[in-house]
């Protein structure tokens, strides 16, 4: 068997020992005479998974107390509805837009109160960040929201803004899908964070929500009951049968992460390979990378390769790109293809890759380039 380097953006590769225990684990998990998925989440096997799993990453986290964590289902995109259905209260919301999925996250919360737009970074391309002393918050404003990492545009906020500090009282909403558990949150600035699991955390079905108590029990008579965060926190995320199985795989990456040192050695490793990736793009001929440096994602690398003009490729379909996809494949090197939206090419380095695979993509993309002079 031959595991090849994995650039996914989502799904995205998993920790090897992650799979492996979860293999030798699948027929009979510690000796209850049945697999994960066959258990009642009602049962104390399946509880003293849920229980381990959630106490993990509130340790990983850091969560504070006043924070629930539940485990809801319905990706980031069903959050993009669940959070304005729990928190807009029927009032006016403030989005920073910042590239594709903040983009969607405004449109979507547009059906359930007034969605405005507080800055936008559209008219750069999405290369960089508005400065949050520039945004126009409402003073009636029930949540802003932000998306921590664009994992399209490969946009990162290095540091969550201080709402509090701009003089505003309304809670921060972060949709974290693409960066959790790569580095530490402040969570003195946030009031819910909210992700998709694939991208960091374990297998698609599972979508983390992390709310202030205070936040919960706010929710529009027409929420789904499902997407109550108070009927989903007051049952322990167990209203209805939770993604038992996503749960059971990321409570085995949070024991992956806490063995490897947790997230603060998460985030020094994840910079190491972001910084190595980044230093060769910006020092070759041929490839190029459109984001403004403080804001380049740690965990989402776009770049496109340039042509004989020098100008980057846009064209999917150009030889030049087919060629290089061709090459990183047969190097072992896979899913490197750009979001459709941008074009190009992007290299997703989550959690569970390792700097050898960071180095193995910039050695096929320096004999790439070799051969194109
Ligand atoms: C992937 C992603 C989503 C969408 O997640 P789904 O699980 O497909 O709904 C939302 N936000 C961000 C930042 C993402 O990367």
Redesign the pocket.
């Known amino acids: 068997m031959t595991r090849a380097w994995n650039f996914s953006a989502?799904p995205a590769a998993m920790p090897e020992a992650v799979l492996q225990q979860a293999a030798s684990e699948m027929l009979d998990w510690h000796g209850s005479g049945m697999g994960v998925m066959e258990m009642s989440h009602r049962g104390k096997e399946f509880i003293s998974i849920y229980e381990q799993a959630e106490a993990d990453l509130r340790e990983l986290l850091a969560v504070p107390a006043n924070f629930r964590i539940l485990f809801m289902q319905g990706?980031?995109?069903?959050e993009n509805a669940i959070v304005p259905l729990n928190l807009s209260q029927g009032g006016a919301m403030d989005f920073v837009l910042t590239g594709s999925?903040s983009q969607k996250s405004h449109k979507e919360a547009g059906k359930y109160g007034n969605a405005r737009v507080a800055a936008t970074a559209q008219a750069d391309g999405f290369s960089t960040l508005p400065d949050p002393a520039l945004w126009q918050i409402g003073t009636d404003s029930r949540y802003v929201h932000i998306?921590g990492?664009?994992?399209i545009h490969g946009v990162e906020f290095h540091e969550l803004p201080d709402l509090k500090a701009l003089g505003c009282d309304a809670p921060l909403v972060v949709?974290f899908?693409?960066h959790v558990a790569s580095r530490p949150v402040d969570w003195s600035r946030v009031g819910l964070a909210f992700g998709?699991a694939?991208?960091n955390l374990g297998p698609?079905g599972l979508?983390l929500v992390i709310v202030r108590e205070d936040l919960i029990g706010r929710a529009l008579s027409a929420c789904p009951s499902a997407f109550d965060y108070k009927l989903v926190a007051d049952n322990q995320s167990m209203y209805n049968t939770p993604p038992t199985y996503s749960i059971y795989m990321a409570g085995l990456v949070f024991q992956w992460l806490k063995a490897q040192g947790g997230v603060t050695a998460m985030e020094q490793r994840n910079i190491a390979k972001a910084q190595l990736l980044y230093d060769f793009i910006d020092g070759s001929q041929l490839y190029t990378n459109p984001v403004d440096k403080a804001c380049r994602s740690r965990m989402n690398v776009p770049f496109f390769l340039r042509g004989d003009d020098g100008q980057p490729l846009m064209d999917a379909t150009h030889p030049r790109n087919t060629a290089f996809l061709n090459a990183t494949k047969a190097a072992g090197l896979l899913q490197l293809k750009g979001h459709k939206s941008v074009g190009g090419m992007r290299a997703s380095i989550y959690n569970a890759m390792p700097i050898e695979g960071v180095q193995a993509l910039i050695a096929c993309m320096r004999d790439f380039e070799k051969t194109q002079a």
């Not at 990706?75 to 069903?78: C, E, I, R």
Request: glycine share 22%; proline share 0%; hydrophobic share 20%.
């Open positions: 989502g990706g980031g995109l069903a999925w998306c990492n664009e994992t949709d899908s693409s998709g694939q991208k698609a979508t």
